[in-house]
């Protein structure tokens, strides 16, 4: 069995993977280290995702890295260019190469006595299996599932006689052309599916159980299409960009916290403006106030069109069985179907799956605690990098890739080898870390998987861009939560030597 040592082990070339390698390499001289991917691609979530229309759902200035600036002017970019600008920042900054595509990360293991991970790994091609070791951990994975996204059960699913899709996994050579298509779901895959599809189906049904509530953003910047026609260089063009979006994000978000009904009559407001009076109004009046759920996204209002010309519609109500040519709803009525998407959600899972040990011991995240959102109390270094939920993900990503390159040339430069977050039983909740703040339905589905959110600093999950940066950026690395440790010669064991802070 091959065996491989490295520095720092990154599992995972999306966009967190990527931003992860960027920093460290940058920032650790002479730090060696290697990403493990299980598909054949950079990009991760963009690569494996394919169905029509598939875009962003956060504009791209804040969902592109801050270190190499988005050069677009479209708010909401299309799959496959973010895919290629993940892949384009890999190689501009010799990433590329430390890549080995094909390897599923199966097992990890913290050895106190060796002070690494050893990780063991498959290829997906071969069915080999290699050993891998690190000083550092790193699962930059996102948090679902990448084998099957969620399905419910559909009551009389087997009677149907046509096809069932899954966003998830969408094949090359589906021909909905002239087919009559019921989307199941009302999330941001849905409402990007239905516009989407209808220019080629005979029509399409989008069948939501509740409404979401929906933004119009511009397709293109009005703000950045005039600096460059005014020849602003480009850099301060992403610069004012990036933090006038930055705190657009937050300010939405903050408003629609505290102020729900005016915001909720804000939100409404411009949906009905935009829908007109031919479509039905409770069909987008969600029961929950304004970001309770992820709120979601559609460039110059495109879903809205659709609805308004009549090639799609859209249906509310419960699935009361399938037919064999269709969906029939509690309400009697039958929606004639050739295909049917599922677009109905993830299945969250942490690490890609993995299943990690500190010396044999099994660890269950949702038994512990993040600190800075970054690093799993008691397990020594292991970093796991989960991005915004009310914002753009990669705004969240960078500063934690930024922070771990931060916390290794502290350590390194300090001979210290091992740094284990130490938190206390106060600073342990029973909520969730995504699961107090929003109430979508992964969320739930995730609440036995994720970490719980902690009741203060630095544990508790603020999900604020500006806090965090702050926190991870600016803050000194030294602090009374993290134990720090370093190697001892066998000769000396078991003595232990152990730092708090430079001095000690």
């Not at 679902?144 to 149907?160: I, K, S, T, V, W």
């Not at 339905?441 to 999900?463: F, K």
């Not at 950026?473 to 802070?501: G, H, N």
Request: hydrophobic share 40%.
């Amino acid at each position: 069995m091959e065996h491989q040592n490295v520095d720092v082990l990154i599992i995972g070339a999306g966009l967190s993977g990527i931003s992860a390698a960027v920093h460290l390499s940058e920032g650790n001289a002479g730090a060696s280290y290697a990403i493990l991917e299980r598909r054949a691609r950079i990009g991760g979530t963009w690569d494996l995702f394919r169905y029509p229309g598939i875009r962003s759902d956060s504009d791209m200035y804040t969902f592109g890295y801050r270190f190499r600036a988005w050069r677009g002017t479209k708010v909401l970019a299309g799959g496959a260019d973010i895919r290629r600008y993940v892949q384009e920042t890999a190689e501009a900054h010799d990433v590329a190469r430390h890549i080995r595509f094909g390897r599923r990360a199966v097992s990890a293991n913290w050895s106190s006595e060796s002070g690494r991970w050893t990780v063991t790994t498959v290829d997906e091609a071969t069915g080999e299996r290699e050993l891998w070791s690190a000083r550092f951990l790193v699962g930059a994975t996102g948090y679902y599932d990448y084998d099957a996204g969620h399905r419910p059960e559909l009551p009389g699913d087997e009677r149907f006689g046509g096809a069932f899709v899954h966003p998830q996994h969408w094949p090359e050579d589906l021909d909905y052309a002239g087919k009559r298509v019921v989307v199941i779901g009302s999330g941001a895959t849905a409402i990007t599916l239905v516009p989407s599809m209808a220019a080629e189906a005979a029509h399409v049904t989008m069948l939501q159980r509740s409404p979401t509530y929906i933004l119009t953003l511009p397709e293109d910047d009005p703000v950045s299409v005039l600096l460059r026609k005014l020849r602003v260089p480009a850099s301060v063009v992403h610069r004012v960009g990036r933090a006038r979006n930055i705190a657009l994000q937050r300010g939405l978000y903050a408003l629609c916290r505290k102020a729900p009904r005016l915001m909720r009559r804000v939100l409404l407001g411009a949906v009905r403006a935009q829908v007109g009076k031919s479509v039905d109004m409770r069909h987008f009046t969600p029961t929950y106030k304004p970001w309770d759920q992820r709120l979601c996204v559609v460039p110059n209002g495109d879903l809205f069109k659709t609805l308004k010309s009549g090639a799609a519609s859209v249906v509310t109500d419960h699935i009361e069985t399938f037919t064999e040519t269709g969906v029939k709803v509690r309400s009697g009525e039958e929606i004639p179907a050739d295909i049917v998407i599922t677009a109905t959600g993830l299945r969250v899972q942490l690490v890609g799956g993995m299943e990690i040990a500190v010396d044999g011991e099994p660890v269950n995240p949702h038994d512990h605690v993040l600190y800075k959102g970054v690093m799993l109390d008691g397990v020594p270094n292991l970093a796991i990098v989960i991005g915004y939920t009310n914002a753009s993900w990669t705004l969240k990503a960078d500063l934690a890739a930024e922070y771990l390159s931060r916390l290794i040339a502290y350590m390194d430069g300090r001979g210290l080898t091992r740094v284990t977050p130490v938190a206390t039983a106060a600073d342990r909740s029973e909520a969730s870390i995504m699961g107090e703040s929003l109430t979508s339905g992964y969320i739930a589905r995730g609440d036995t998987i994720m970490p719980r959110q902690g009741t203060r600093a630095p544990w508790r999950i603020w999900n604020n861009y500006y806090r965090d940066r702050k926190a991870l950026r600016r803050a000194p690395v030294e602090d009374p939560a993290l134990r720090f440790e370093r190697a001892v010669p066998s000769a000396e064991r078991p003595a232990t030597e152990r730092d708090r802070s430079p001095a000690a």
